[in-house]
């Protein structure tokens, strides 16, 4: 973005992502929608402050988690000083367990109790959310031990983890400011 928040460059993960209006949002002449959030942040940073800003919002049911540097311009036809802004989808607990729910084909019931299960609840407070008693609930996490090759509640909640970056189609960002080598050469 220009000093004026035009937007002068995006790339289709981000372009994806401000597509979609939530609650509090601007359209900016480039069409694409920017968080109200994300507009009062930079609004209300000094100029010479360049430290980089962090702000999370919601679009729809996704949380999304912006950076924002303030970077300056080698380049002739940039103005002097660029606003980068780096989006991340955040992953909740939730998003996870619906994630890990389609990997292993858990029924609806099974999805519920392993929600239950990632919260930390005990397996007494899961059956009476359920409305079943604690024996059915030690069925349904049998079952999806045997689903998800787990043998412990543990295993199971290990096996979310170990999933969940793998179920995030999301590019991890590089970190700003890395040197890498190409052939030879520094990018």
Do not use: W
Request: aromatic residues 6%.
């Amino acid at each position: 973005m220009d000093p004026s928040f035009k937007i002068i460059a995006i790339d289709g993960g981000a372009a994806a992502i401000l597509k979609y209006p939530n609650q509090r949002s601007v359209k900016v002449e480039s069409g694409y929608i920017i968080p109200k959030e994300i507009l009062e942040m930079l609004q209300s940073r000094q100029p010479t402050d360049l430290s980089p800003l962090t702000i999370a919002f919601r679009i729809r049911k996704c949380e999304y988690i912006c950076r924002a540097y303030l970077m300056e311009s080698q380049v002739e036809f940039l103005p002097n000083s660029i606003v980068a802004l780096v989006l991340e989808r955040h992953l909740s607990a939730s998003d996870s367990v619906d994630e890990v729910a389609a990997l292993y084909h858990l029924t609806p019931r099974e999805k519920q109790a392993l929600r239950g299960l990632s919260t930390g609840l005990t397996s007494y407070e899961v059956a009476e959310q359920m409305d079943i008693s604690p024996n059915t609930l030690k069925s349904f996490l049998r079952l999806i031990m045997i689903k998800m090759g787990a043998t412990s509640r543990a295993g199971i909640v290990a096996r979310i983890l170990q999933n969940r970056p793998l179920l995030s189609n999301a590019p991890v960002p590089a970190p700003v400011g890395t040197l890498t080598h190409k052939d030879g050469d520094l990018v």
